[in-house]
Structures are given as structure tokens and as C-alpha cells.
């Protein structure tokens, strides 16, 4: 188990490795000179040229890159061409933000989402799978920026109950965290119930019951931990997409999030702060990737064993 | 002075079981069916697909509520251990699960899927007792390690700790058994429990479950299509077709009196090791009572269709970015062979013993480490151009799943026509000509080319993957497993037809089968692989009558014989499995060539591995 940990962490170098190369030219694929919008229509060719060679942007391109790397092992992400912060501490300051919202949305969608699909699969052709799945398909299709808007007309403006946007204290979580999460629960949901039905037909559940295990058992124990190991997966990517900050749901909640950062960074041309949020995703992915092999693992004895 | 009458212990009237379908409209599985089981008695259910003989079991059980399917008429009367009769087929689901376990219990067909993949045997097994006798977890375990025990499993204690996926399939099934006797059952029902396994570890199961059906004095219902395994364990035989009884008796009445024409032509189906032991040629089977003439087809001289030398393939095991590759399997090792114009060579071998390999690595589903293949005389061995178009060509292969073979979305017609369009054998209308011809010398109307593959039987179905076959008109045909997943009756059609096809156009086949009765049948040669290796090969009377090598001997005492009165009790089988072919890279097999015993018959005389 140790050895197989220690594999998969070394594996995540070459990734990171192939990912900052990656980003680096892909950011610089971008059209539009980045020295040209920080220096202002009205700045002279001088001074463009004054700009760009302060940001390193008149050197080959492999230097920059070297440089850029050398930076990223020791820790030096450099500045925002927009800003002129450090970027570290840009995106340290919307990282928790977007970190909270996430997590407070995950769990309550997990749990929502899960358990929804378990009852479906247990109740399969029934009425109260149809309801679920009709709730799961408008879940996934209603668009987040109106389910946002509606929540804040019903509970802020209407009733007054919860603040309409911004960030500190709780209730300011309740509603964004919300809208976020309802595309996942219905998605998880789906999945969940999908897994279970097919878990539900195997052969081992067959045989659980004919050796006279009850019904919750059969499934507890038979099939939900078997239909775990999909619905693991997919919880794991919502988790990475969730963390690469929600654009609509920090926009419509005036959220100061990594989502926004990026919008902001991106029609900026900051290229330190896009390099260094995609390698942030990166990262996050790598690790829940990580994470949900390793969950996988303790399930599933077949992959601790090889 | 008359005996009290001895009340049955399950004792089934009017049993009729439906299933709804899409339309609404319910299809029904069995009808009218009534069975007797006396207490401590074996009865055999015998049928092909589709005749209700597995459903029966799941109604006795009840979990066919859990099917889909719904009993629709009869009774179930169960004498429980109380001595109370009730009937089953009204039972409320929450007595009946108490009565799951404790009273009748149940063995599946498939060792591989019916245990929970992420749960250790121990803790299945002790489940059902914790469940019933209620006793601690530690006392269900120490249970369940004498339930090991008793089901012949080595190392009991080190077993419980162990997953499923770390056994072979006879240790799992052993398993199954052991979880199903666990709670003492006063009537157990296998459903198929050795028809997944390999001859040899059957014979070991078959006996098993005879001892402890004697220790633990149960009733038994053996649900089977073999007749060779009815013959067997059965006491009493059951005949179904169609969801409905055929006939029923005393195991000898049904071999040796069968009353119904249906199971007549069951047992003329089965094929009996050593009813071709006099003939030096294969013959096919009798149809429609009248004997075929044998199959003198073989062409000497002129070189053979296809000729293996030293064929070798390894599979390397675990190679990740960061870990060497530690072991390799040695799938075929040194394996030579060669295949005659108009002739059968049939490779027999236990599952993992290398023959499907083989048969991959001559049209190089699996790419050979080494050895030479010439087909029709020339190499094969690097396809390049001229040479793979030949191969491509002249060099079929039938799989054993023929709904699996069959791409689901295309006509039969057109996955028969394929092959004559990528080789550019015809064009235009000729195209849907032949393959009229071809589906009509397969046995099938040519206008079932307009169907889809799920409109055919599984009969109908590995007949279309012949057609196709034939379709690029090749010289050799290797048929892997070909007959194996087929219903007996259908089977005996199937061998039927690949014997005509090479009466009429002189084909070559590489007949792989775990089957030795079929390849009886069918094969003018045999070779005989384990661990990867051909430990015996020559004409297919002398290996079979004079068999010189240990583990052909050992193959052929497993299979079962279709007559009850040479029920096999003591042939001196063991308890031991066939080891793996996986080995340590430093640890390669011992390799030598076979050595002559007679004329064309050659026998390893190295050590192979495990115990030859």
C-alpha cells in the first residue's frame, strides 16, 4: 500500500512537468500583446517596448520558460502584469473563497445526490424513481445564473432572509453553495442510481439473498459498496471542476473567487496569474485523482493487492 | 407390514412461472410443471436453454420475485424442519428470506461473479451464519474455517482472510458450496455449479458435493444440461423442454429405457468418450438414426496448410511506469505443430493452458516472441504485404460466444459479405448471391441475411460466424471453443456441419476444445497442452485409447461418462489444481522436445510443471 503510494506521488511529476509546458505556450497562443493593454492606447512604441522588456517578454522563448519554471521549483510564481502583487498572493486571497464554496457545496450535493440515486435504484420503475429522475434531468439542465437569481429575488429581496452577494459571514454561503451544487447532486444522482441498478443485477446479489441476508443488507453491504467505485470517480471530477471556481455562480453572487481571477487575468493578457491558476487546477486534479485511486483502493481489494 | 408413508420434503403441483415483457403481454417459463423431492434424494433437472429449469429453481427459492419474474399458478409445499408443510409459492417474503440459508440453500453456475468482489470468504460465509444461528462474528468465522475445511479447501485459516478474486474458479465454487451448506440446509438446489469449470476440476466438484451430501444427509436438486453429469450424482431424472416436464424416472430408466422421443435424441446428442475408440477415423455424429460414413479426408502429400515450429508467446506481467516487470506468463512455449489439407487437429487443454493462445498467435492476435509459421509452404511469420494477405485470407477463425462475435448493429448478411468485399473477391449483386449460398451451405435460409444477430438463435447465430468464415473461401478454419457455450442437441448440428464442410471442400481445422468428447467426434489428430506447452500429440485413437502421458491420462479419466452404471466413484482423483503459468523472470520452464512412442504419436518426457 506504501510502495503503491509512493508510485503514484512520483507519478504526478511527469504530469505537472507536462503540464507547465503545456500551459506556458498554450497562454501564449493567446492573441493580443500583453505589454501593449497594460501600457495604454495612447502609450508610444517606447514604452511598449520599456514594458515588455520588464516582463521578460523580448527574450526567446525557452528562456522565459526557463525562467518561469525555475520559479514555479522554488516557489516564486512572480508578479501580475495587471497588478503588479505578487502572485501568490493574488490567488491566496480568492483561494479559500472558492475552497469554502466548494466544499460547503459538495457535501450537502454528495449527500443529496447519493442518496436520491439509492432510493431510485432501490424503487426502480416506480413512481418515486421517475420524480427523482425528472427532479435529477432539470437539476443538471436549469441554467445556474437563473436559479441563482431566482434565490436571491425569493430569499433576500422577498423575504430578506439571507444576503444577496459578497462574502464573510455564513448565511453568505448559503446561496451560492446552493446554486452550485444542485448541477451536482443531480449528476451524482444519475450516476448513483445507474451504478446501483447495474451493481443490483449482478450475481453476487443474487447470491446474498439466497442465503437469506435482509433487504437492507443485500443493499448496504452487497450493492451500494460495489456501485461506490463510479460514483467515487465522478465525484472526484465535480470536486476538481467545483475548485477551478464557478464563473456564472461568483458573478452572480459577487463572490471574489478564483473564477473570477481568471476572467479578470484573461482579458488582461496577465500571464503569470492564467499560468499559475491552470497550474493550481492542475494540481488539484492530480491530488483528488489521487485521492479518489486511493478511496479506491481501500474499496476495492483487487487494486490494493496488485 | 407396510411402511408409514414417507412424507417428500418438497413436493411441487401445477407450477407455473411467467415473466412480463415489454408489451405487457407475460411469456411463460414454466407451465404445469410438478416435482417430487424425498428427503436425502439427488433429483437431476435436465434441459436446454430456455426450459425452465433454472427458473423452477429460483421459484422453489423465491428470488425469482427478485427476477422479474412471478408465480403465476400451483403450489410449493415445503416440509420445514419443524415438520410443518408450507407452501411456498404464498410464503411472505420475510419468512421466506428465514427459510433461505437454513432449509434450502443454493449453488450458481458462475464461481467468478456470484461472490461479492470487495468482501473476504471468510466474512461471506460467516454472514449466513451470523444471519441464522446467530452466533458472535468470532464463532461464525471459526465456523466458517471448518466449512473450508470440510468443502477440501488447503490452509483453511489462511483462506478466510483472502478475497475472491485470488482463487481459481474451482476454489470459489468449493467456496460457494461451503456458504450454502454452511447453515445446514435440509435441501440444497445447484444450479449448473460445474458447468464453468474446467473437466478435471468438475470431477473433483461432482465428487465433493456427492460426500457431503451423504455427511450432511440433504436432499438435492442438481439442475444440469450434461447428461454426462446427470449420470453421475442424479438418483432421479428430470427431463424439461419448453417450461414443461418431458419425462421423469430412476436415473437407470432414463439412460437405459427413455419412454420420450425427446430424450432419446438428448442422449443420442451427448457424445460418449470412447464411441469412436474402435475407428481410427472421426465420424460424425447419427442423424436421423442413420450412421455417416467416416471422415477420410486427410490428403497426404504436399505440404501441410499449416506448419508451427517453436512458436513461443509470453505475456509480461505488471509493467508500470516505475515498476519493472517482475514475472511473465508463458502463454506458449515452444509449441510445434502442423495441420494437413482435409484434417482435424484437435488441441485440448484445461482453461490457461495455452490453446486459444496458440490459435491467437497463428493469425497473431497476439504477437509471438518466436518461432516459425508457414502457411501453404511459405512464411508467415513477418507480415508484410503478400504474405499477411494470405494469411488474412486463407486463414479463418470462429470464436465461442457468437452473439459476442457478431457486431450487433449490422445484418448478418453484411458481416458475411465483409469479408468477400475486403478481399475483392466479387462485386456489385454477385456480393448478395454468395451470400445466399453461403447462409444455404450453412444450414440457413439465404433470407435470413436481412436479420440482425439478436433475431437468431445461438444455434443460428455461430452458423452465420461459420458462413462468414467460409466467406473468403480460406484453407484452414480455427474454431476456438467454437461449440463450447451451445445446447447439446445444437452442438451435435454444429460439429455435423464442420464435418460436412470438410467433406465437401477439403478444409483443415484447428479444433481448440476443453471438450474431449466432441474433439472425439470430430478430430483426426490430437494435441494435448498444459502450462503452455504440448505434452502429447499424435492420431486421436492412439492418444485416446493408449494415452502416453500423465495429464492426458488425468484429462480423460475427469470426463463424465453419460451411463450411470460406470458412475465413476473411485478413480483415484486428487485434490490438486494446475498451476499457473505465471512465472519469475528468472525462473523460465523447462523446455525439450517431445520424444516418438509410436508412429506419429510424440510425448513430453521432461518435467513440465506442477505435478508433471
Given amino acids: 500500500m506504501l510502495s503503491y503510494l509512493l508510485r503514484r506521488l512520483l507519478g504526478v511529476v511527469p504530469v505537472l ?52 519554471a525555475r520559479g514555479l521549483l522554488t516557489g516564486d510564481l512572480g508578479r501580475s502584469s495587471r497588478t503588479r502583487q505578487p502572485v501568490a498572493t493574488e490567488i491566496g486571497a480568492r483561494f479559500m473563497p472558492t475552497l469554502w464554496l466548494t466544499i460547503f457545496a459538495m457535501a450537502w450535493a454528495t449527500v443529496a445526490g447519493m442518496t436520491t440515486g439509492v432510493l431510485s435504484g432501490v424503487k426502480r420503475g416506480r413512481w418515486q424513481d421517475q420524480a427523482a429522475m425528472v427532479l435529477a434531468v432539470s437539476g443538471i439542465s436549469f441554467p445556474s445564473f437563473w436559479l441563482g437569481l431566482l434565490l436571491i429575488d425569493l430569499f433576500s429581496v422577498r423575504l430578506g432572509w439571507l444576503p444577496t452577494g459578497g462574502y464573510g459571514t455564513w448565511q453568505h454561503f448559503v446561496l451560492p453553495s446552493l446554486t452550485l451544487g444542485v448541477a451536482v447532486a443531480a449528476v451524482l444522482a444519475r450516476f448513483t442510481r445507474s451504478a446501483f441498478v447495474e451493481v443490483a443485477s449482478e450475481d453476487f446479489v443474487r447470491t446474498a439473498r439466497a442465503k437469506g441476508v435482509p433487504e437492507r443488507l443485500v443493499i448496504l453491504r452487497h450493492t451500494l459498496r460495489n456501485a461506490l467505485l463510479p460514483v467515487i470517480t465522478m465525484t472526484g471530477l465535480q470536486f476538481g471542476f467545483l475548485l477551478g471556481g464557478a464563473v456564472v455562480v461568483e458573478t452572480v453572487f459577487a463572490w471574489p473567487g478564483l473564477g473570477r481571477l481568471l476572467v479578470d487575468s484573461v482579458s488582461y493578457r496577465d500571464y503569470p496569474v492564467i499560468q499559475a491558476e491552470i497550474m493550481l487546477f492542475s494540481l488539484e486534479f492530480v491530488l483528488i485523482n489521487l485521492g479518489v485511486d486511493l478511496i479506491y483502493a481501500v474499496i476495492n481489494p483487487e487494486i490494493r493487492f496488485r | 407390514m407396510q411402511a408409514e408413508p414417507v412424507l417428500p420434503l418438497l413436493d411441487i403441483a401445477g407450477l407455473s412461472v411467467a415473466f412480463a415483457n415489454d408489451r405487457g403481454d407475460d411469456f411463460t417459463a414454466v407451465r404445469g410443471l410438478d416435482l417430487v423431492v424425498a428427503e436425502g434424494e439427488t433429483l437431476a433437472v435436465v434441459g436446454e436453454s430456455g426450459s425452465g429449469k433454472s427458473v423452477t429453481a429460483m421459484a422453489v427459492t423465491r428470488l425469482i420475485d427478485n427476477a422479474g419474474g412471478r408465480i403465476t399458478g400451483g403450489t410449493i409445499r415445503f416440509r420445514d424442519r419443524s415438520g410443518a408443510v408450507r407452501d411456498l409459492a404464498r410464503e411472505p417474503a420475510a419468512d421466506m428470506r428465514r427459510l433461505r440459508g437454513p432449509e434450502i440453500a443454493m449453488v450458481f453456475q458462475e464461481p467468478m461473479t456470484s461472490l ?190 499449416l506448419e508451427v515450429q517453436d512458436l513461443t508467446t509470453r505475456f509480461d506481467v505488471a509493467s508500470g511506469w516505475f515498476t519493472r516487470n517482475k514475472a ?208 502429447e500429440i499424435g492420431p486421436r485413437q492412439a492418444v485416446m485409447i493408449d494415452p502416453q502421458h500423465a495429464y492426458t491420462r488425468r484429462l480423460l479419466a475427469a470426463v463424465p461418462v453419460p451411463d450411470p452404471r460406470q458412475r465413476g466413484h473411485e478413480r483415484g482423483l486428487d485434490d490438486s489444481e494446475v498451476p499457473s503459468p505465471l512465472r519469475r523472470l528468472d525462473d523460465p520452464p523447462q523446455v525439450a522436445p517431445l520424444v516418438q512412442v509410436g508412429p506419429d504419436h510424440y510425448v513430453a518426457r521432461h518435467h513440465v510443471g506442477g505435478l508433471y
Fill in chain 2, 116 to 305: 461479492n468482489p470487495v468482501l473476504t470468504v471468510g466474512d461471506q460465509i460467516a454472514e449466513a451464519i451470523e444471519l441464522h444461528q446467530r452466533l458472535s462474528h468470532q464463532a461464525a468465522r471459526e465456523e466458517a474455517r471448518r466449512m473450508l475445511e470440510r468443502v477440501r479447501i488447503p490452509e483453511a485459516a489462511r483462506q478466510l482472510d483472502r478475497y475472491p478474486f485470488q482463487l481459481s474458479g474451482g476454489m470459489r465454487q468449493r467456496v460457494m458450496i461451503a456458504m450454502a451448506l454452511s447453515c445446514r440446509p435440509r435441501m440444497l438446489i445447484a444450479d449448473e455449479p460445474t458447468t464453468a469449470l474446467d473437466v478435471t476440476v468438475q470431477a473433483q466438484v461432482l465428487r465433493l458435493m456427492r460426500e457431503l451430501q451423504r455427511e450432511f444427509g440433504m436432499a438435492m436438486i442438481f439442475i444440469t444440461h450434461d447428461m454426462g453429469v446427470v449420470a453421475e450424482i442424479a438418483d432421479r431424472v428430470l427431463v424439461m423442454r419448453a417450461g414443461e416436464k418431458v419425462e421423469e424416472g430412476d436415473v437407470f430408466a432414463i439412460f437405459e429405457r427413455p419412454a420420450a422421443p425427446y430424450t432419446r435424441a438428448l442422449l443420442a446428442a451427448v457424445p460418449a468418450l470412447g464411441s469412436l475408440a474402435h475407428e481410427s477415423l472421426p465420424r460424425a455424429f447419427p442423424e436421423n438414426g442413420r450412421d455417416l460414413p467416416p471422415q477420410d479426408t486427410v490428403r497426404e502429400g504436399g505440404p501441410p496448410v
Fill in chain 2, 328 to 535: 511473465r506468463i508463458h502463454a506458449v512455449e515452444h509449441v510445434s505443430l502442423e495441420v494437413r489439407p482435409g484434417e482435424t487437429l484437435g488441441l485440448v487443454g484445461e482453461s490457461g493452458c495455452g490453446k486459444s493462445s496458440t490459435g491467437r498467435s497463428v493469425i497473431r492476435l497476439e504477437q509471438p516472441q518466436a518461432g516459425a509459421i508457414r502457411f501453404e509452404g511459405s512464411d508467415v511469420s513477418v507480415l508484410r504485404g503478400d504474405a499477411e494477405a494470405r494469411l488474412r485470407r486463407g486463414v479463418q477463425y470462429v470464436f465461442q460466444d457468437p452473439f459476442a462475435s457478431l457486431d450487433p448493429r449490422l445484418t448478418v448478411g453484411f458481416s458475411i459479405a465483409e469479408p468477400i468485399t475486403t478481399n475483392r473477391l466479387l462485386s456489385g449483386p454477385a456480393v448478395e448471391a454468395r451470400v445466399g449460398e453461403l447462409l444455404r451451405q450453412v444450414g440457413l435460409p439465404p433470407e435470413h441475411g436481412r436479420r440482425y444477430p439478436h433475431e437468431l438463435s445461438g444455434g443460428q447465430r455461430q452458423r452465420v460466424c461459420i458462413a462468414r468464415a467460409l466467406a473468403s473461401e480460406p484453407r484452414l478454419i480455427i474454431a476456438d471453443e467454437a461449440v463450447a457455450a451451445l445446447d447439446v442437441s445444437i452442438r451435435a448440428q454444429v460439429v455435423n456441419l464442420l464435418m460436412a464442410l470438410q467433406r465437401e471442400r477439403g478444409l483443415a481445422f484447428l479444433f481448440i476444445s476443453h471438450d474431449m468428447a466432441v474433439v472425439e467426434r470430430i478430430a483426426h489428430r490430437v494435441a494435448v497442452m498444459y502450462l503452455g506447452q504440448i505434452v
Fill in chain 1, 17 to 68: 512537468v507536462a503540464v507547465s509546458i503545456f500551459v506556458f505556450g498554450f497562454v501564449r497562443l493567446l492573441p493580443g500583446d500583453p505589454a501593449r493593454l497594460m501600457a495604454g492606447p495612447e502609450a508610444s512604441e517606447a514604452d511598449v517596448a520599456a514594458i515588455r522588456h520588464d516582463l521578460s517578454l523580448d527574450q526567446p522563448i525557452w528562456e522565459q520558460y526557463g525562467r518561469y
